[in-house]
C-alpha cells in the first residue's frame, strides 16, 4: 500500500475488513487486499494493511479512509514510543489527544491493534474496546468475519489462530463485495503457537 491518497470528487480510498483474535499468548491480526473508491471501483486487489509496530512487538491493521489510517497509525505508533510498547497506556493516551487537540476532529478509521496478551480497537474518533472474548473486527465485512470467528472458536477450540483468521475472512470475502481473498496475516509468536502454511489468496507472517 501507497502513502498517498487516492482521490475523486472528494471521494476517497478505502481498505476494509480486519479481524484479530488473541488467545493463549498468542495473537493473530489479518485483513483482506482489496481498496475500494467510493461505492462501486475496486483500485487495489493486492494492498497490505497489516503492519507491524514498536520493533514488532504489535501488530495492527486498518479499515477505513486511506489517509485517516495512516495519521491514525502514526499517532498510536509514536504513543508506543512514548510508553515502550506498553499497548493499554498507549492507546489511553492516544485517546486524550482527542480531548486536548481540537485540530484532530474526526478520523474517518479503525484500527485493530494487538501484542501477545492482549487486543484493542481504536477508533478514529478517541473511542478504545476491549473485546471481551479477545475477538475483534472492523470494516464492511467485519460482521461477517467476526460470526465466523466466534462460530469457528466455538466449533473447533484447538484450531490454530491463523487458519483461524484466514477462514473467517475467506468467509467475509464470500460475502462482502468489499472484500477480497488475498489476505495478509500477522502472528505475534508464542513457543507453543504451531506454524500454519499459507492457503489460497493469502500470505502469513512470523518470527
Known amino acids: 500500500m501507497s502513502g498517498h491518497i487516492l ?3 472528494g471521494i476517497q480510498l ?3 475488513t480486519i479481524l484479530g483474535v488473541t488467545r493463549g499468548g498468542q495473537t493473530v491480526v489479518g485483513g483482506d487486499g482489496q ?3 467510493g461505492q462501486s471501483t475496486i483500485m487495489k486487489h493486492t494492498a497490505n494493511k497489516i503492519r507491524r509496530l514498536y520493533h514488532g512487538a504489535v501488530v495492527a491493521g486498518f479499515a477505513g479512509a486511506v489517509g485517516d489510517a495512516l495519521t491514525l497509525f502514526e499517532r498510536f505508533e509514536s504513543k508506543l514510543e512514548e510508553t515502550r510498547g506498553q499497548l493499554a497506556r498507549s492507546a489511553v493516551l492516544l485517546s486524550r489527544d482527542w480531548r486536548t487537540d481540537r485540530t484532530l476532529g474526526r478520523l474517518e478509521a479503525l484500527l485493530v491493534v494487538g501484542d501477545c496478551d492482549s487486543l484493542l ?4 474518533t478517541g473511542e478504545v474496546i476491549e473485546p471481551d472474548d479477545g475477538i475483534a473486527a472492523v470494516g464492511s465485512g467485519g460482521s461477517y468475519a ?3 470467528a466466534r462460530a469457528l472458536v466455538d466449533a473447533g477450540p484447538d484450531l ?3 487458519e483461524l483468521v484466514r477462514r473467517s475472512l475467506h468467509i467475509a470475502a464470500d460475502i462482502c463485495v468489499y472484500t477480497n481473498h488475498h489476505l495478509t496475516i500477522e502472528r505475534l509468536p508464542s513457543p507453543a503457537a504451531p506454524a500454519v502454511s499459507p492457503a489460497r489468496g493469502g500470505s502469513v507472517h512470523g518470527d
Do not use: Q
Open 146 to 148: 467476526l460470526a465466523a
Open 7 to 9: 482521490e475523486h470528487d
Open 121 to 124: 480497537v481504536i477508533a478514529g
Open 160 to 162: 490454530a489462530l491463523d
Open 35 to 37: 481498496m475500494t473508491l
Open 14 to 16: 478505502h481498505g476494509t
